[in-house]
């Protein structure tokens, strides 16, 4: 693959897509004649100088903590496609953490989760929200219950913004532990 195949590719579908899929071609390239099936082709240049047509670029900001680095989001027929870092941001300068940089994965990421799940039988399954609920604040009535409110901890998400960790942290108080952590470092 030529650099500038890889450029425009990297431009398309995002720098660290991009690295990933990369590597595993590499990999794959290595043991079989993928490379030359001509399963890819040079993006045109009008492909490399405008990879979505019509879209526009909304100055937000990174909710993943309190900091609040900007972004420049690419957003193409309401579907976010693309991000930059804000460079002129009057907080961040320019600057991200790797959770901001890959903060575009939080909607188009592939195996997020997007409904609640239940392994049964060694299986995952789909489950409604209200079942999913029911079955959650069954089971921790039942531990408050039987062992009391710090039999157990709350684990948040770094992927959680700023306002749901403090949703979360409310939530644990009500229930009766400080047994809260909100997983931030990772
Ligand atoms: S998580 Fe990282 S990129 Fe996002 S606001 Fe905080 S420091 Fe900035």
């Known amino acids: 693959m030529t650099n500038t195949t890889q450029n425009a590719l990297a431009t398309k579908i995002g720098r660290r897509s991009f690295l990933k899929m990369a590597a595993v071609a590499g990999a794959f390239g290595a043991t079989s004649s993928f490379a030359s099936r001509n399963v890819t082709r040079a993006a045109t240049q009008d492909e490399v100088k405008n990879p979505f047509p019509g879209s526009k670029k909304v100055r937000t900001i990174c909710t ?6 900007g972004i420049t989001a690419e957003v193409q027929n ?10 002129d941001h009057p907080v961040s300068l320019g600057g991200h953490c790797c959770k901001g940089a890959d903060m575009i994965d939080m909607v188009r990421s592939e195996v997020r989760l997007k409904y609640p799940m239940v392994k049964e039988g060694g299986q995952w399954k789909r489950i409604s929200w209200e079942t ?5 604040s069954k089971k921790l009535t039942s531990l408050r219950e039987k062992s009391g409110p710090d039999s157990t901890i709350f684990l948040g998400s770094a992927k959680m913004s700023t306002e749901q960790a403090y949703y979360f942290r409310k939530f644990a108080a009500f229930y009766g532990t400080n047994n809260i952590d909100h997983q931030a470092r990772i």
């Open 64 to 69: 993943a903590c309190s900091v609040g680095c």
């Open 78 to 87: 309401g579907v976010w496609v693309r991000q930059e870092v804000a460079q």
């Open 132 to 136: 999913a609920f029911t079955r959650i």
